[in-house]
């Protein structure tokens, strides 16, 4: 009997209540690049996409979320997620991506840091933009109503290269979206000898008057809100070294974060902008899958030749 150890996926929600007198009800997902919600949210990884399979070395994942209004008037405006990041204290922390791979975590000659398990993935068509999402605007939804999606901006759009990694203040000045000096867009670092990306945040921006009607209400529904793509990361397993052979095995990826949505637009110089709740509880997510690396598959391939020869005997 055959086992498989291509891939084992589960991917855990996010869903509490939150701000406003807990009529905020939040749906915060990890997803793998391969996702057929993203594609409704304008964004295609194309080639860049990493999926977990026979000869991984990275993984790619996206933050997604949706917000619905419960327990109050459906009047309440509800124009869909506006913000993401975190409080900077200790009650409600910055945003932390995080993984639990002790593996990744051991150094040698080849590997020389645990930080290198983790990276702000390929978030656009180019390849230039990494981290925080920057896809188009869309006018659809899958549910038919309109969404006018939006790529999300950040202050910290200088450090989006592959390379670029300030390690600046983790304190935000939350108005609601900076968080403090050259972190907008995450850092990576090391918290307990495992790699985290800290302080991801991130606002959606102002649309434009001329490209279609306003953004929908869904607060009027009392419905939820489509998902938003916020965030590409790339988690990397250790390679394959001298002094540790890999083994083929689960690794979870988590989030933390608090999270705005847009209670109200106004149309003002051109541009349908956005007034926003206020900072969300601390939500969470997390996605696990198996990553086989070449060195381990050669060795199950060894294993499983000697195990043929065996049952032909």
């Given amino acids: 009997m055959k086992r498989n150890l291509l891939i084992g996926l589960v991917s855990a929600a996010g869903l509490t209540s939150g701000a406003l007198a807990q009529t905020a009800q939040w749906g915060v997902e990890l997803v793998l690049d391969n996702d057929p919600r993203l594609a409704a ?5 194309g080639t860049n996409a990493l999926l977990p399979g026979p000869t991984a070395t990275a993984v790619g994942i996206t933050l997604i979320a949706r917000v619905g209004i419960t327990g109050g008037a459906t009047s309440l405006g509800n124009y869909g997620v506006a913000a993401f990041g975190g409080g900077g204290n200790t009650a409600n922390p910055n945003s932390r991506f995080s ?3 002790s593996i990744s975590n ?5 590997w020389t840091s645990p930080a290198m398990a983790m990276q702000r993935g390929v ?9 925080l999402i920057s896809s188009t605007a869309m006018s659809g939804s899958p549910d038919g109503r309109v969404a006018n999606y939006r ?3 950040s202050s910290g759009s200088n450090y989006n290269g592959a390379t670029g990694n300030a390690s600046g203040s983790t304190t935000p000045t939350d ?6 000096t050259n972190t907008a867009n995450g850092f990576i670092t090391t918290s307990g000898g495992s790699a985290v990306i800290l302080a991801a945040t991130g606002q959606r921006g102002a649309l434009s008057t001329s490209g279609g009607s306003a953004p929908t209400n869904f607060g009027t529904t009392g419905g939820m809100s489509p998902w938003y793509a916020l965030y590409h990361l790339v988690f990397v397993p250790r390679t394959q070294g001298h002094d540790m052979q890999d083994a083929v095995r689960d690794v979870t990826v988590s989030f933390e974060g608090a999270f705005r949505y847009a209670t109200m637009v106004n149309s003002i110089g051109g541009n349908y902008n956005f007034s926003t709740s206020a900072l969300s509880a601390r939500q969470s997510a997390s996605v696990t899958f198996t990553v086989p690396t070449p060195g381990a598959m050669a060795v199950l391939g060894l294993g499983g030749l000697v195990a043929g020869r065996r049952r032909r005997a």
């Fill in 41 to 45: 949210m304008g964004v295609n990884y």
């Fill in 99 to 101: 993984h639990n791979d």
């Fill in 106 to 110: 051991v150094t040698n000659t080849l």
């Fill in 123 to 131: 978030s656009d068509a180019t390849g230039t933009m990494r981290g």
């Fill in 151 to 153: 790529g999300f901006l």
């Fill in 175 to 180: 108005n609601p979206y900076a968080t403090g």
